[in-house]
């Protein structure tokens, strides 16, 4: 806070009587002190100049509205997010540490004891501006600098190269489908192995390499204790965006005689990356197989 100054509110009514300031109230450094605490971050007060004062309440009770003319003052430049790169704003600003805003402070004030008061402001009027201080931001890039331009570029090299590893992962995941999945464990029903005159049932998918994660192989159905009875059917398969997840989809009826238990032409098996293999809904059938 710099300077302050108080005009004069009333004069005596009287004729040929002077006038001069002759009004109570609290003085510009008792709201100077309440506007330390009070104002915005970044924001100081300065120039402080009481131009009126009324007493709104009595004699007894005194209750002082005042109307202050101030200039606001930034204690550090203001800006706004104008974009990201990567998790760090990129910061545009507008205003600059030092810049002077011409304000109105309407106050309410209430003595306590001979030296203190109680000091609430009513309203605050400026021209409202964009942005916040640029303490308040972490690890902020101020717009058309330098540091912008090094940073998009390293953003741009480290998102190529994530996006390498990504694709290569993927592919890698990808070709682990490649091989001959056997059904390690007989086909399961709701949990329970599945049996007909003791008869258990196994699955198999012999899948072939893929492209982009598309493929095409052959299944099985057949006897589990007696693989070389069996039912077969070509089929395709595609292995989902992240590499976990393979749709095994029957091109044909597969179905023997001897086996208690076929499968329907376009019927859809989802094999996942560690053997576990679904088919139908609600979780009825399934299988564990092994490479």
Known sequence: MRAYSILAASCAALALSSCGPSFDGPQPKDIDQFLEME???GIDAQDLEIQAVQNVGDEIEPIYRSRVKVNLV???DFATVDDYVGERPV???????GTEIPAIIFTRSEPLGSNDW??????????????????????????????????????????AEEEREEKAKVSAAQK?????????QPLMSYGSVYSSNGVQVGISFNLGPNTD???????????????????RS???YTVNDDGSLATVTFLSRAQH????????????????SDGNVTVGGYGRWSIKLSK
């Open 74 to 76: 930034l204690e550090e």
């Open 91 to 97: 910061i545009k600003i507008t205003k600059k540490k």
């Open 213 to 231: 994660g598309f493929g095409k192989g052959t299944g099985l159905v057949y006897d589990f204790n007696k693989p070389s009875v069996a039912a």
């Open 234 to 236: 070509d089929v395709t």
């Open 39 to 41: 104002l915005p971050e």
């Open 257 to 272: 005689e001897a086996v208690p238990w076929y499968v329907s032409e376009d019927t859809n098996f989802n094999l996942t």
């Open 176 to 184: 682990a489908f490649v091989g001959n999945w056997k059904a390690s």
């Open 118 to 159: 109680k000091v609430e402001t009513e309203k605050l009027q400026f021209k409202s501006f964009e942005g916040n201080p640029v303490s308040t931001f972490e690890n902020p890039i101020i717009k058309g600098s330098a540091e912008e331009k090094t940073a998009i570029e390293a953003a741009k090299k480290q998102a």
